[in-house]
């Protein structure tokens, strides 16, 4: 949308944007990181040491930064992605409770109503990035992490009782391996069940899209299934549990089905056949594309730093105890613009 961007990322990041590496490689692939928050500290750090070079700053990575942002002169806002339903978060989050936040779904920010949302932005995608398939696949897809909440031990009964063949596109990590071994490996020697293991973003638009349908048989409060928006730039229906942000994400009789358990699910597996790959493409470009995603945040962007230049940002109650009287002065002298309260 023709702003500058710089990316504090891993230094194997593909992207555009100016990249500041944090770390030589992802995290997760690379297998050398013992303690994950150690980089995310560095990172923390990089970025707000280089903060007033920017009109705003955008952060990904939870709660980490929360202590210094607070502090911070420039506006910034920080996009949550996890779950939010767990006790320990609601003293953080009360303490914190004047950082800037965006959700990725209502369902999301339910559990913490009182902090200071900006919005909700849905996820979006590079439309290019998936191309449509018109013509119905002839197996059903399970696309996700081999962990008891995804539900993968419960799509395999769906598509055993459908009598539809099963792929299974999965990733395993250390956590879920007993999980796997004690439930999901004597499962996968069942007729039609096809386990591929993990496949790269290369790979997806082919998986999705030769799909009849994606089974997306969640137990947990989802934040944000980003699976079931690849799928339907696909034009390939969604087959999901009514749990966390389903509703949000899949439109009943249009982008596939929302269930609230295994019998239903398997009588829509008959009917999301009949659904038009076209019209779920369709809804995809309309609510789930990158640029509507892209708008959505240059909006908010082009909110916060104008009621930062007008000194009307919202301010904590507590915070004006945070600044001893020397910073305050301090900070008049270094920048005449700033307004202290």
């Known amino acids: 949308?023709?702003?500058?961007?710089?990316?504090?990322?891993?230094?194997?990041?593909?992207?555009?944007?100016?990249?500041?590496?944090?770390?030589?490689?992802?995290?997760?692939?690379?297998?050398?990181?013992?303690?994950?928050?150690?980089?995310?500290?560095?990172?923390?750090?990089?970025?707000?040491?280089?903060?007033?070079?920017?009109?705003?700053?955008?952060f990904h990575i939870d709660y980490v930064h929360f202590p210094a942002a607070r502090r911070m002169r420039t506006p910034h806002l920080t996009t949550l992605h996890g779950r939010l339903d767990i006790p320990d978060l609601e003293p953080l989050y009360r303490e914190f409770?004047?950082?800037?936040?965006?959700?990725?779904?209502?369902?999301?920010?339910?559990?913490?109503p009182w902090v200071n949302w900006q919005a909700t932005v849905h996820h979006g995608l590079p439309a290019e990035r998936f191309p449509v398939r018109e013509a119905p696949g002839r197996y059903l897809a399970f696309l996700g992490r081999l962990s008891p909440e995804k539900g993968v031990d419960r799509a395999i009964e769906i598509a055993g009782r459908a009598g539809v063949p099963l792929k299974i596109a999965a990733?395993?990590?250390?956590?879920?391996q007993p999980f796997f071994e004690t439930v999901v490996r004597p499962l996968l020697g069942r007729p039609g069940v096809e386990f591929v293991g993990e496949i790269g973003e290369a790979e997806k638009a082919d998986f999705l899209g030769n799909a009849l349908a994606l089974l997306f048989p969640i137990d947990w409060p989802e934040p944000f299934g980003l699976v079931m928006i690849e799928a339907m730039a696909c034009g390939t229906p969604v087959i999901a549990f009514a749990a966390g942000s389903v509703t949000e994400i899949v439109d009943e009789g249009l982008t596939g089905c929302t269930c609230r358990?295994?019998?239903?699910?398997?009588?829509?597996?008959?009917?999301?056949?009949?659904?038009?790959?076209?019209?779920?493409?369709e809804v995809f470009e309309s609510r789930f594309s990158a640029d509507r995603m892209?708008?959505?945040?240059?909006?908010?962007?082009?909110?916060l730093t104008e009621e930062s230049r007008d000194g009307n940002r919202r301010r904590h109650p507590r915070r004006r105890?945070?600044?001893?009287?020397?910073?305050?002065?301090?900070?008049?002298?270094?920048?005449?613009?700033?307004q202290v309260g």
Not at 97 to 107: F, H, M, N
Not at 171 to 176: I, R
Not at 321 to 338: E, F, I, N, Q, T
């Open 1 to 58: 949308m023709g702003h500058e961007v710089t990316l504090f990322a891993s230094g194997d990041s593909a992207t555009r944007a100016t990249l500041r590496a944090c770390a030589p490689e992802a995290l997760r692939l690379g297998g050398r990181c013992v303690d994950p928050v150690a980089p995310h500290v560095l990172l923390a750090e990089q970025v707000l040491r280089s903060a007033s070079a920017f009109d705003v700053v955008h």
């Open 171 to 176: 990733k395993l990590d250390g956590p879920d």
């Open 261 to 281: 358990g295994v019998d239903e699910a398997v009588a829509c597996v008959e009917r999301v056949a009949r659904l038009s790959r076209r019209r779920v493409r």
């Open 294 to 303: 892209a708008r959505d945040y240059v909006r908010i962007y082009e909110r």
């Open 97 to 112: 409770d004047d950082v800037p936040l965006v959700s990725i779904s209502e369902a999301q920010r339910a559990p913490l």
């Open 321 to 338: 105890s945070l600044l001893h009287p020397g910073d305050v002065a301090a900070r008049r002298r270094s920048d005449p613009r700033s």
